[in-house]
């Protein structure tokens, strides 16, 4: 099952370190993690996805929260949450190839953000299934690089 | 001095405790951290921010390549590159409030993403300064919650 935790941790070497020693000693893969501050620049928020079982994950949220760098634990796995990643994508596309890529970055909201001879590089945001579809699509003009910033979650408001 | 890393590394467990080991051994404090998949799934992109001297980074770097699970590492420093971060926040917002948040969306290019009684949650992405500029002028707005992904970085065609 895919778990989801927004973590707050105090700004400052080697908590990422500890963090992720802590998931990886389990054989744990994270899949998706960004790490940004606050508005609060002493405290940064860590959004982790990983794969696991359920008795395993509440044993890593403990341990989670009995780390000295940890603020605040919240699982997000069971809320309703706001779910939002970035992706920039370098598709191959000479003249007559970009307005069918224009075409593509249009339906899925996606802005064009440099333009080569030889390529296009588009930005888009949305749920990780959106950015997986974009890509899988562009996979026909074949993609000459890609990052995407993983995953980051707010609860929703009641 | 700001370094930008674009790792790709092996997608599996324990690859991004010993990146953040390297780093923090040396007591650098990753200000900024993206991974997500690649379209080859068993390859991961991150993309690294950190502060530090020169002289210390190359040594990190030739570290970074000498790691097994590395793929490529690609020092984006100094090089023309893309550069796009998303930001989730959440704001207090009564209906009075609320047009005025709005506006500053508008003006922004933020999407409004959630709305209740009693706040406004809006979704942008830019280069860092542009988020940092949209932070502080919400703070005038009582922030309650947010969460940046880090940078996600693409070297620029030429």
């Known amino acids: 099952m895919e778990y989801i935790f927004s973590v707050l941790v105090e700004n400052k070497p080697g ?3 500890r963090i992720s ?13 960004t790490v940004g ?16 079982d359920e008795k395993i994950m509440d044993q890593v949220k403990k341990q989670l929260n009995k780390l000295i ?10 809320l309703p949450q706001i779910e939002r990643e970035l992706l920039l994508i370098k ?11 224009i075409e593509i970055a249009e ?4 802005k064009i953000v440099d333009v080569s001879d030889s390529d296009v590089t588009l930005e888009a945001t949305g749920q990780k299934d ?21 995953r980051s979650c707010l609860p929703r408001s009641e």
């Open 130 to 150: 959106k950015i997986d579809a974009l890509i899988k699509l562009l996979k026909g003009y074949k993609i000459k690089e890609l990052a995407r910033t993983g």
């Open 107 to 110: 339906i899925f909201r996606a």
């Open 69 to 78: 760098d940890v603020v605040k634990v919240v699982d997000l796995t069971s």
């Open 91 to 101: 598709v191959n596309a000479d003249k007559k190839m970009r307005s069918e890529i």
């Open 37 to 52: 501050e606050t508005d609060d620049p002493t405290i940064s928020r860590m959004t982790i996805v990983v794969d696991g």
């Open 15 to 17: 908590v990422l370190a």
């Open 21 to 33: 020693q802590l998931f990886s000693a389990r054989g744990y893969n994270i899949t998706s993690l």
